[in-house]
């Protein structure tokens, strides 16, 4: 995915459902290919 002129790797990460209060909520990471680091707005 391509992020601030980057293309970033992307990770969704979900949870099984017997996990907390909102079992179907997920999140999606993009990852810098260069810093390895998390990115986002």
């Known amino acids: 995915m391509e992020f601030e002129g980057k293309d970033c ?6 949870y099984d459902k017997a996990a907390g209060d909102s079992p179907d909520d ?3 990471l993009l990852l810098d290919p260069e810093t390895k680091l998390t990115r986002g707005a």
């Open 26 to 28: 997920y999140y999606v």
């Open 9 to 14: 790797t992307q990770v969704k990460v979900t």
